[in-house]
């Protein structure tokens, strides 16, 4: 949300429109209240797909390569409501994989849920920056996640160089969770 700004979002979308439909690529900007890129929503579904979710969540989405497909994908993404479903499928993925159950509903470790809310939020908006590694179910390397949570990647420029300002996400989110809670 620190990035968001209306005209900027109409312009990102409109270069990301044409060029993701017909090609499946293209400038690749975040766009949207959330920020999310097409290429993030892509990777995202198909990790939804994969992971058995879909069944118990009653919610499937068409990954195919086709044009189809990716005008019904960006279309959701210009939504708020879309924006607000793909947040909650990125949440119940992150949980499933870094969670503490496997598949089958065997403990595996302990998981994401078991930390601290303030931990949580870290990881989570970590997970959230990176794009995120989707392991199988109870899997995720909760240690890996950490290692990345203090890397300062994010920035306000908008043609970033190397003496760009760059801030912590994982802070900056829980910056704003200490803020509203």
Not at 75 to 83: A, C, S
Not at 97 to 106: A, L, R, V
Not at 155 to 167: D, F, G, K, M, V
Request: overall charge neutral; charged content about 25%; aromatic content about 14%.
């Amino acid at each position: 949300m620190e990035r968001y700004r209306r005209l900027k979002d109409y312009m990102e979308t409109a270069a990301n429109y044409g060029t993701y439909i017909t090609t499946g690529g293209g400038p690749d900007f975040s766009i949207g209240l959330f920020q999310m890129k097409p290429s993030f929503i892509e990777a995202l579904e198909k990790a939804w797909m994969r992971s058995g979710l879909a069944r118990k969540y009653e919610l499937w989405f068409d990954t195919a390569d086709n044009a189809t497909a990716r005008r019904i994908r960006i279309t959701r993404l210009m939504k708020e409501e879309w924006q607000v479903i793909y947040l909650g499928v990125f949440l119940r993925l992150l949980y499933h994989s870094y969670g503490s159950y496997d598949k089958q509903g065997e403990w595996v470790q302990a998981g994401l849920e078991t930390l601290p809310p303030e931990e949580q939020v870290r990881l989570a908006a970590t997970a959230y920056n990176r794009g995120c590694v989707w392991p199988a179910a109870g899997y995720g390397d909760l240690d890996r996640l950490r290692a990345h949570a203090d890397e300062k990647h994010f920035h306000y420029a908008l043609i970033p160089s190397a003496a760009t300002e760059r801030y912590c996400y994982a802070e900056l989110a829980l910056a704003h969770y200490e803020s509203i809670k």
